[in-house]
């Protein structure tokens, strides 16, 4: 009686196993689908994205306080070293108290940053 028990068991748990092996072939055609789904993303403007926020957050005060340094679509890839500076190691610009970037602004300029950088 045990033996047949222990045979039940086992073959209970074979086909738990086997059934359990077969539920992973939907996850690889969900992987494939979502290869696909990314492939066809349409990839963003880093430079355009950052020029806006430079535009509308830095541009601001740089009109007023440092003319030299207005950012421009076209001089802007040359002042990347300092902006990544002035933001993320200094934390000195945005200054004042009105003007703040959301972390959707940074992680965008960051891309930006690291895009250049890699160039």
Known sequence: MMVTIEK????IITTLLINSMKS???VQEYKELTALQVSS?????SKAEAFQIL??????CHRKQN?????TMQ????????????VYIKKRMPKGKKIKLT???????????SSTKNK
């Open 8 to 11: 039940l068991l086992i073959g």
């Open 41 to 45: 993303y349409t990839v963003k403007d």
């Open 75 to 86: 001089n802007m890839d040359s002042w990347v070293n300092d902006i990544y500076k002035q």
């Open 67 to 71: 003319k030299r340094r207005v950012f």
């Open 24 to 26: 992973y072939e939907p």
């Open 103 to 113: 972390s959707k602004e940074y992680q965008e300029l960051l891309t930006w940053i």
């Open 55 to 60: 535009n509308n957050k830095c541009n601001v």
